[in-house]
């Protein structure tokens, strides 16, 4: 859009839901013309997990728990097996529920 259009912004969006490395990736691109590589999941699991542990600390487990439910499935979008862990995670109840729905997700999905 930048080439094409001389523009001065970006908007991102919801392309940023379950996928904070956007903003990484854009400024590699945009200051270096490299396209990083999508990054491995992880990686993005550990990034969920960090996101979530943050939402607990301000809000308190129950609502963030609450809240994480969307936020897992954005994670979620693209995996192999993704809409059966997009169901788990809206009847996550406890950040040790998030834990172990990840720890599975990394068994059955290898980097």
């Not at 996928?19 to 200051?31: E, T």
């Not at 788990?88 to 040790?96: R, S």
């Amino acid at each position: 859009m930048i080439e094409q259009t001389n523009c001065d912004f970006l908007m991102v969006g919801r392309g940023a839901m379950g996928a904070p490395w956007v903003f990484q990736n854009i400024n590699a691109y945009l200051c270096e013309g490299r396209i990083l590589p999508e990054p491995p999941l992880s990686y993005r699991m550990s990034i969920l997990l960090k996101q979530v542990e943050l939402m607990r600390q301000n809000v308190g487990e129950k609502t963030a728990m609450l809240q994480s439910r969307k936020h897992a499935a954005w994670y979620f979008t693209g995996m192999k097996g993704a809409a059966s862990y997009r169901r788990e995670a809206g009847m996550l109840n406890t950040f040790d529920d998030l834990q172990r729905l990840i720890m599975r997700i990394l068994n059955e999905n290898k980097d």
